[in-house]
């Protein structure tokens, strides 16, 4: 079993950044597929960025070059570093996780280990 926990949103004006953090238990974030979701009120839960096992990060194209995923394998956390946000990025984020190195670009079914979620929200 892989315990998440989110922390680090918070309400912020267009054009600020935020840095969620993901702690992790119960596996080690740097031998795993760690992912962040994030789902929007009446939209599907929607893949925003993975990092394997082997430190390979992918983005959803909404979001590449202002959103970095890193990992801290001493604290075993995992991260997103949210730059030049905008209104639409205002969404519930949530961390996840599948026990295997390798990551798969399908969506949130193909996850089963997930956080309670930490709201960030997007003012103009």
């Known amino acids: 079993q892989v315990q998440l926990v989110e922390s680090g949103g918070g309400s912020v004006q267009a054009g600020g950044s935020l840095r969620l953090s993901c702690a992790a238990s119960g596996s080690t974030v740097s031998s795993i597929c760690m992912a962040w979701f994030r789902q929007a009120p009446g939209k599907d839960r929607e893949r925003v960025a993975l990092i394997n096992a082997r430190g390979i990060t992918t983005y959803a194209n909404s979001v590449k070059g202002r959103f970095t995923i890193s990992r801290d394998n001493a604290k075993n956390a995992l991260y997103l570093q949210i730059d030049s946000l905008k209104p639409e990025d205002t969404a519930m984020y949530y961390c996840?996780?599948?026990?295997?190195?390798?990551?798969?670009?399908?969506?949130?079914?193909?996850?089963?280990?997930w956080g309670q979620g930490t709201q960030v929200t997007v003012s103009s």
């Open positions: 996840a996780a599948r026990t295997v190195w390798y990551c798969v670009l399908g969506g949130a079914d193909d996850y089963p280990y």
